[in-house]
């Protein structure tokens, strides 16, 4: 579920456990394990782009150059900012991939910010969720839930309407 939309994998997480149908160190697991296999195919697919002879001539220009020192400079607040931003994740991980910054630096960093990102995150879900369940019943998570999936819906639409517009 990382895969599709990781805020939505922690929720569903937090309702499984609170649910007592997954116990929290089994989920806290799987989760860490697709955030950070992500984050290793999304450095893995811009690393074999880099590799092809078209897309480099396709892409790489004298302003992307300066990205690429800039990327280099600053490779551990663009790893920490994209997980911390919504949709920074994909092009900053796939531009580290692209730019050849260090695999292991990248990977530490990753799974470091997995490490401190996660129990955050879930434990809020679980607090959260837990009071909304005592509050409004069975449908607090869905009210939980319904927040984050506008929040998705939202930045695939400006996404989308900045990719027609360029």
Partial sequence: MPFLHEDMAIVAAALLVEQHELVLGLAAVSLSA??????????GLGAAARRQGFARRL????????????????????IVVSRLVPGLMFPAYIACGWFGVSFARFATVSIVMTALYLPVILGL????????????????????????????????RTAYRKRQSA
Avoid: C
């Fill in 59 to 78: 892409l790489i220009r004298p302003r992307v150059e300066r990205l690429s020192d800039w990327v280099h400079g600053n490779q551990t607040k663009v």
């Fill in 125 to 156: 879900a679980l607090i959260f969720g837990h009071a909304a369940l005592d509050w409004v019943g069975g449908w607090a998570w869905f009210a939980l839930a319904a927040p984050l999936t506008v929040a998705g819906l939202l930045r695939a």
């Fill in 34 to 43: 697709g955030m950070i296999s992500r984050d290793f195919i999304l450095y």
